[in-house]
């Protein structure tokens, strides 16, 4: 494993009209290692990750992935990070192999038919590869939107509430695929309400609470209850 | 090459989608229908009235059904977050602005042909001697409004009131090419030769280009908001 620095923040503050949802926030993340993002509604875990995405521009502060900064080096930044939220990425009306295919070229990756299937072999989607997405579940559509990061091969992964709407079979396909990315050096910042899958992955839990970092600690060691008691502790205090 | 195919993938999906949906064909078709009525029903049988008019209302349905057609342009990307997903795409993101204005110039000539024929059935006029120029004046002005239009959409994808900024932004930049077509459709119709509104048609060539280059060079910055 190098101990390389894949996500590096520092003095990170955003603001929207006025209200402060991040304040001061500074958070490392070294290559091969997973980062569990916690904290309560509003406390900043899904503007965190969108401006280390890029989506977001910070009101102050220093957001960097791969030492190239997310504002200034926003281009260079995007063809490093693997970006998952809420909605998937996904068009409902176009097929499996369809959306797929229309990402790697937009990706500006190369398009090779036999490619598209083994990735979508890989998230255990090849059978539906010619339906439409608008019939998957939503843990089907999760999966097809982590295909895309088989053929971008991503640096790092940004994930939001990645077990969301996953069943149980598709929690332990995704808990197989965290490990195996982290383990080809990949670094992984995720924001989680599971204790359970999503700290089955993390190598530290970070608390965001109060717009800063209140916690970061291992969780080597630690059962989910004893998260759950530090989550309570400083997550709900402090929002 | 790349950036063209970029470009294309974007103009595909446009396509495919729209296809399997029609969502979008179906709303402007029905849209087009009711327009023809109430012209049906106000100009009723005088030809005089009809022949004067016919070019402005022709255009009329035009734009307006292309409003609603260029309104919905980012609606596709709303849904699971996907202009998100384009904004994460690595790559000059004039590409996607070019795949999506091929994609609705497409979708506007589409819904123009069915207005012209429905026009031409409804109230029984001879276009099929005119089609060759009229059909060169539809792509010129098609293509100038879809390239504003396209990037207004882009600009008020994010916009609460979206539905009232949109045709609020788009109508007064539109004048130009409205009043340009409206003409050269005019004397089309009327069976003189295009030479005779050759200045109406430079009008149109020149919004088109100034269009188009303005939404190449500004579609990024008003991407990333």
Request: charged share 20%.
């Amino acid at each position: 494993m190098t101990t390389e620095t894949a996500i590096r923040v520092s003095g990170l503050r955003k603001a929207y009209a006025g209200h402060l949802v991040l304040d001061d926030v500074t958070l490392e993340v070294q290559a091969g290692e997973a980062v569990a993002l916690l904290g309560a509604n509003g406390a900043g875990k899904t503007t965190l990750l969108k401006i280390l995405g890029t989506l977001v521009r910070p009101t102050r502060g220093e957001p960097r992935v791969a030492g190239l900064h997310c504002v200034r080096d926003a281009e260079a930044v995007r063809r490093l990070v693997g970006v998952l939220g809420h909605g998937n990425f996904v068009y409902e009306d176009l097929t499996a192999f369809e959306n797929l295919k229309f990402w790697t070229v937009l990706g500006g990756h190369r398009v090779d038919a036999g490619a598209l299937r083994a990735a979508l072999a890989q998230v255990d989607l090849d059978r539906f590869a010619d339906e439409r997405v608008r019939t998957f579940s939503a843990g089907m559509k999760r999966r097809l939107a982590l295909a895309r990061f088989v053929l971008s091969r991503p640096r790092v992964l940004l994930l939001d509430e990645p077990f969301a709407s996953l069943d149980r079979r598709a929690g332990k396909w995704l808990d197989d695929y965290l490990h195996a990315f982290k383990a080809g050096g990949g670094a992984i910042l995720m924001s989680t309400h599971s204790f359970g899958r999503g700290l089955g992955v993390a190598d530290r839990a970070a608390i965001l609470a109060g717009g800063r970092i209140a916690l970061d600690t291992p969780v080597a060691g630690l059962g989910a209850d004893d998260v759950r008691r530090l989550y309570d502790l400083h997550a709900e205090d402090g929002a | 090459m790349t950036y063209a195919r970029r470009a294309w993938i974007v103009l595909w999906k446009d396509v495919v989608t729209e296809r399997r949906s029609k969502e979008t064909l179906n709303a402007l078709f029905f849209f087009a229908l009711l327009l023809l009525f109430v012209f049906q029903f106000t100009l009723g049988g005088d030809r005089e009235r009809l022949g004067a008019a016919l070019p402005g209302l022709l255009w009329l349905g035009f734009i307006l059904s292309g409003i609603l057609g260029l309104g919905r342009t980012f609606l596709a990307e709303r849904e699971n977050d996907c202009l998100e997903g384009l904004l994460l795409s690595p790559g000059d993101k004039s590409a996607i602005y070019l795949g999506k204005v091929a994609g609705n110039v497409a979708l506007m000539l589409t819904v123009e042909a069915m207005l012209l024929a429905l026009f031409a059935l409804f109230f029984n006029v001879d276009v099929a001697g005119a089609l060759p120029p009229l059909a060169g004046v539809m792509v010129l002005g098609t293509v100038g409004f879809a390239a504003i239009g396209t990037l207004f959409a882009a600009m008020t994808a994010h916009v609460r009131a979206r539905e009232l900024l949109f045709p609020v932004l788009l109508l007064p930049v539109q004048v130009p090419i409205l009043l340009a077509c409206v003409k050269a459709t005019e004397a089309v119709l009327l069976g003189e030769p295009l030479s005779a509104v050759a200045h109406w048609l430079k009008l149109l060539a020149a919004a088109d280009v100034i269009f188009v280059v303005a939404g190449v060079l500004t579609f990024d910055a008003i991407l990333e908001g």
